[in-house]
């Protein structure tokens, strides 16, 4: 009989050890006795399972970097790619529907936009991250930090959307500080490629007052699309989707945001032959209900991802939330070669939370 195994890639991986450690746990639970042979074949299962479904996972995160080395994306995704990248991750979302992944994206600039899960596991959350890095004065006219000034009056209350300010404090003081302009260096773990140079920083209250570069997380219409136009909006209720639903805060206030200004996703100035001047537009913060101080690049899951520099899954996750109690994270860096090296610009993720699934899940 040919023993139990998994592909090499996916060895270490954690969902492995955890539906071996189910596994285990199942049989000693209900106290049945079993041979070794049947146990290595019940075993293989789940070893081909897994790997089926981190392949579709893989395949799917190679298809979207394909697309992008086709030259897919225009702006090499960068915040002016937003509306086309967006449409792009949400067929991935739909083709995707049944297996529970979500995928998104992040580039070492700061930006994050993709699909995550919703309170109730029904209606996703389409998130987004503008470039930049937190952690800027806000009591002191740096020039090299002016231009993040324009987020410190970005965020609103999540209860009641009233107006209020992108403040760091004492809950979530990490920050990303570059070294040298973010000059490229060799990456950690990976001298034959290239990584921005920055630190992870820690602040408190006593060495001022910082602001932060708000992460969103925005209502979506039926096309997966920012919105908060009432009667197109996606809403969860106990007996399904309501597809003519409303954005709101917590209190049910209706959310009506077009906050104008020169933000990333309004595209480049056609006028601005240095490419650093954005357009002015209204639209960057549409149908965003919920703002927090959130960067994936001082998480331990993209901090992994980027030392290896190669395919990566990370810890089982942990939530609050009894609907949706388990997730991974899987992650591939996309490679660009500039001087002959290769360098490290961009990350395409995808998450799985839907362990109970059953459709996932081996048959014994």
């Known amino acids: 009989m040919r023993s139990p195994s998994v592909s090499p890639r996916f060895r270490g991986c954690s969902l492995t050890r955890l539906l071996q450690s189910v596994l285990l746990l199942t049989l000693t639970f209900f106290g049945r006795t079993v041979h070794a042979q049947q146990f290595n074949q019940v075993q293989l299962r789940v070893y081909e399972q897994v790997d089926r479904f981190l392949m579709g996972a893989v395949n799917t995160l190679e298809g979207f970097a394909v697309y992008y080395d086709l030259g897919g994306f225009p702006n090499h ?3 002016a790619d937003r509306a086309q990248a967006r449409r792009y991750t949400f067929s991935l979302l739909t083709a995707l529907n049944e297996s529970g992944l979500k995928p998104f994206y992040g580039l070492e600039d700061g930006t994050l936009m993709g699909y995550w899960h919703g309170s109730a596991n029904q209606i996703p959350i389409l998130a987004y991250r503008e470039p930049g890095n937190s952690g800027y004065s806000v009591t002191i006219n740096s020039t090299d930090e002016n231009y993040l000034l324009k987020y410190y009056n970005v965020c609103l209350n999540l209860t009641n959307g009233e107006n209020t300010t992108c403040t760091m404090d004492e809950g979530r003081p990490l920050y990303t500080s570059c070294r040298n302009d973010c000059a490229l260096i060799p990456c950690e773990g990976n001298s034959a490629a290239l990584c921005q140079d920055y630190d992870i920083l820690n602040s408190t209250q006593a060495d001022g007052v910082f602001g932060f570069v708000p992460s969103t997380m925005n209502c979506i219409d039926s096309n997966g699309a920012f919105s908060q136009t009432s009667g197109e909006v ?34 480049k100035a056609n006028n601005d032959n240095n490419g650093t001047e954005n357009n002015v537009c209204s639209t960057a913060f549409i149908g965003a209900n919920e703002y927090t101080n959130y960067d994936p690049r001082w998480r331990r899951w993209y901090i992994d991802s980027k030392k290896k520099n190669k395919y ?13 109690p388990l997730a991974l994270l899987i992650l591939i860096p996309s490679i660009n070669r500039l001087m002959g090296r290769r360098m490290v610009k961009r990350y395409f993720m995808v998450s799985w939370q839907r362990i109970w699934n059953s459709r996932m899940l081996p048959t014994f």
């Open 77 to 79: 995704l960068e915040a």
């Open 234 to 267: 996606l809403n969860d209720s106990p007996k399904g989707v309501i597809y003519d639903g409303k954005c709101t805060f917590d209190d049910g206030t209706v959310v009506s945001r077009e906050l104008e200004g020169p933000f990333a996703a309004c595209g």
């Open 312 to 324: 990566h899954d990370s810890r089982i996750l942990i939530f609050s939330s009894p609907l949706v």
